[in-house]
């Protein structure tokens, strides 16, 4: 016959559960957000700015040349 569970551990774990839950849940909805943020700062603050400008050096570069040889 299983032990009977005392009734104060009955009413406290739903509890903890839920504090569990409720951080758990902020703390990843907090990371994904700061996550997705940032990303987006560095992709569009800093890569593409500098694929841009390696494009347009190697294109005056490739233009420049083609004028030699011509």
């Known amino acids: 016959m ?3 569970i ?4 009955r009413r406290t774990c ?15 909805s907090t ?3 700061f996550g997705t943020t940032f990303g987006y700062l560095w ?3 800093f ?3 500098r694929v841009r400008e390696r494009d347009v050096y190697y294109t005056r570069l490739e233009a420049e040349r083609a ?3 011509s």
């Not at 005392?6 to 551990?9: N, S």
Request: a positive charge; charged letters at 20%.
């Open 14 to 28: 739903p509890f903890h559960h839920r504090m569990l839950r409720r951080t758990l849940v902020l703390d990843l």
């Open 2 to 4: 299983p032990a009977a």
């Open 6 to 9: 005392p009734p104060h551990h």
């Open 67 to 69: 004028a030699e040889r």
């Open 47 to 49: 890569h593409l700015p």
């Open 31 to 33: 990371a994904f957000g």
């Open 43 to 45: 992709w569009y603050g």
